[in-house]
């Protein structure tokens, strides 16, 4: 069993900033590759940021300079810090990680539930 839990969303005015964080727990033996994607309504999902577990980044052109991932490897952990925050970044954001779980031999996608963040004055 492998969950992931987002927390941290919510609603914010324009300009502010949020912190998402994402911690994936149960019978996981490594992390590869962990993102962030966001659906806003009658929209596809989308790759917001994506982090290697090298630490390599790689962001979308619309939150490049504005939004920066990070991860902490002991904690099975990927936060998304969102700064100068737009009206267009509001979405449901899903924490996303490529695992291994214990058993398995192969790295599987897995999912989180999925968290509101909404901006707006």
């Known amino acids: 069993q492998v969950q992931l839990v987002e927390s941290g969303g919510g609603l914010v005015q324009p300009g502010g900033s949020l912190r998402l964080s994402c911690a994936a727990s149960g019978s996981i033996l490594n992390i590869n590759d962990m993102g962030w994607y966001r659906q806003a309504p009658g929209e596809q999902r989308d790759l917001v940021a994506l982090?290697?577990?090298?630490?390599?980044?790689n962001y979308a052109d619309s939150v490049k300079g504005r939004f920066t991932i990070s991860r902490d490897n002991a904690k099975n952990t990927v936060y998304l810090e969102m700064n100068n925050l737009k009206p267009e970044d509001t979405a449901v954001y899903y924490c996303?990680?490529?695992?291994?779980?214990?058993?398995?031999?192969?790295?599987?996608?897995?999912w989180g539930q999925g968290i509101q963040v909404t901006v707006s004055s």
């Open positions: 982090i290697t577990n090298h630490g390599v980044t």
């Open positions: 996303n990680g490529r695992l291994l779980r214990t058993g398995f031999y192969a790295y599987s996608d897995y």
